[in-house]
């Protein structure tokens, strides 16, 4: 059994083999939990953009989402019973052989450790442990649940005498930010109930409202001094 988990490779091998169809086996690493070693089925992988768990996996009769940490490509043979002719020569014969069933129930009680009665070099019969505990702190297994959607942050900036607005949703960009007018940025910010904020707001208006004051006082002086010369020169006409 792998600790490895999935490489980026065998990542991409059962995207393409689930997309044609099929089901992709795999066996559970120590980082599930209780199930290691167990075997279950890839039905689907989602986005891993959204969630670090997007490998789904039959086991049993639910399909819960794993890491690729969690799961490693089963050995081929894995989840069937190996014919005796099939055995390499000199490997002992089980009396009662545990066989993987390739789709066990998925329990949530800690089972006791599986066990097989083999037969020893003295005929005693010994009972051996059918895998090694995992040497890491075992964490609970896996329950279905449904995940939530991801968070929502929409942000609101000013920079370079422009509010802008902008909306984001995990990874994914739902709104580049755009420019917004000064009145429906000073009606945002009234929704956040935080005293500095709004001060800061009026600060940035009051600033843009003397900008826009002196601009206009240096156009109408402009403008009286054309139409000065404008009268100047209908005179001389």
């Known amino acids: 059994m792998s600790g490895q988990g999935l490489s980026t490779e065998e990542v991409d091998g059962i995207r393409e083999a689930v997309a044609a169809g099929r089901k992709p086996k795999v066996v ?7 199930i290691a070693g167990q075997v279950g089925q890839v039905v689907a992988l989602t986005d891993p953009a959204v969630s670090d768990e997007f490998v789904v996996v039959r086991f049993g009769r639910d399909e819960l989402p794993f890491s690729p940490v969690d799961v490693a490509v089963a050995p081929r043979g894995a989840g069937r019973k190996v014919p005796s ?23 949530l009680d800690t089972p006791p450790p599986a066990v097989a009665r083999v037969a ?6 010994r009972l051996v442990e059918s895998a090694k505990p995992a040497r890491r702190a075992v964490k609970p ?7 939530g959607p991801a968070g929502l942050t929409v942000t609101l900036a000013y920079a370079e005498g422009e509010w802008t607005v902008a909306a984001q949703q995990g990874a994914k960009v739902l709104a580049k930010p755009y420019v917004v007018k000064p009145a429906e940025a ?3 910010v009234g929704l956040v109930d935080v ?3 709004q001060e800061a707001v009026e600060q940035i208006l009051a600033a843009e409202r003397a900008e826009a004051e002196q601009q ?14 404008l009268a100047e020169l209908r005179e001389a006409g």
């Not at 559970?28 to 209780?34: E, I, L, R, V, Y």
């Not at 297994?141 to 995940?147: E, H, L, P, S």
């Not at 240096?218 to 139409?227: D, M, T, Y």
């Open 141 to 147: 297994a896996k329950t279905a649940k449904a995940k």
């Open 195 to 197: 005293s500095g904020v």
């Open 28 to 34: 559970f690493t120590a980082s599930a939990g209780q």
């Open 216 to 229: 206009a006082e240096k156009l109408r002086s402009e403008l009286a001094e054309v139409e000065a010369r």
């Open 85 to 107: 002719a099939e055995r390499p020569a000199g490997e002992p014969v089980a009396a009662e052989p545990v066989v993987v069933a390739p789709e066990p129930e998925f329990v």
């Open 120 to 125: 020893g070099e003295d005929a005693s019969a």
């Open 186 to 188: 000073l009606r945002m």
